[in-house]
């Protein structure tokens, strides 16, 4: 498939502006557009433990969740070291890394539609005060702390922090995957009973607390979703297309 219009056809679902909204840096990060993308390349993050991964697999194209440049590419490349070391392997090399990250979270069935999906949720829908957000209803209400337990089930992780202070019957969740916890006010507001996200500072915890509300904090490693996720959109585009899967990211270990 031509690149320029497998990538005009994820941007249509996944726009730019999105991005441009969280001041997020996204889209080519990294080498010169091949004509034709046979082969693609799928990983949360390119760093140096895809990077021999991709020398083997010589994909046309790399697409990773997170940007692997987040800034303005003449900053980032000389105030850190080791990403100029990296990009420099990338370019030599003839690589090519291409990002889509908040947009890909707030498009139509990228991360958040399918972490809902995940959950199984139904009547799902977006509130208007944050449009990276999903909120839906379980199929029938269970108490806090065993949705706590599928949830974890359902996002394939071995463990996640609970603060039980709101209603006890989970029945309406809302969801945004990574670090999100700062939007739980916008989770309360629309009924939600819990609110799923992660990264979230000790201040923000002491406010859901204080506040008196359900939130499951989720490892950051549950946006690897986006790899079965994308490989799915792009199969429904061309299903010649030769897709990668690199889920090499391990959760710490809890002690």
């Known amino acids: 498939m031509r690149t320029k219009k497998l990538l005009l056809n ?3 679902r996944f726009p730019k502006r999105f991005a441009k909204m969280h001041h997020d840096f996204v889209g080519l990060m990294a080498g010169k557009l091949p004509e034709e993308a046979k082969k693609i390349l799928l990983c949360l993050d390119f760093d140096e433990e895809v990077l021999p991964i991709a020398l083997t697999e010589r994909p ?5 969740h997170h940007p692997f440049i987040y800034g303005t590419k003449g900053w980032v490349l000389k105030h850190d070291p080791r990403k100029k070391a990296l990009y420099d392997r990338v370019i030599d090399n003839g690589l090519v890394v291409y990002s889509m990250h908040t947009n890909f979270d ?15 949720l139904k009547n ?28 974890k089930k359902c996002f394939k992780v071995e463990y996640s922090l609970l603060i039980a202070k709101g209603n006890p019957m989970i029945k309406k969740v809302a969801v945004i995957g990574g670090g999100g916890s700062r ?9 939600a009973d819990i609110y799923i996200s992660g990264d979230a500072p000790h201040h923000v915890r002491r406010e859901i607390v204080v ?45």
């Open 183 to 191: 939007d739980w006010p916008v989770a309360k507001e629309e009924g």
């Open 10 to 12: 994820l941007s249509k």
């Open 211 to 255: 506040e008196g509300y359900n939130y499951l904090d989720m490892p950051h490693e549950i946006e690897k979703i986006f790899m079965p996720q994308m490989k799915k959109l792009l199969l429904e585009m061309d299903e010649s297309l030769d897709i990668v899967i690199v889920d090499h990211e391990e959760l710490p270990k809890v002690i």
């Open 124 to 151: 799902i829908y977006v509130p208007e005060k944050e449009i990276m957000m999903r909120i839906g209803e379980l199929k029938k209400e269970m108490p806090v702390e065993e949705f706590a337990r599928y949830a």
């Open 60 to 64: 046309d194209l790399i697409l990773t």
């Open 106 to 120: 707030t498009g139509k069935d990228g991360m958040n539609d399918a972490l809902a999906e995940a959950l199984d």
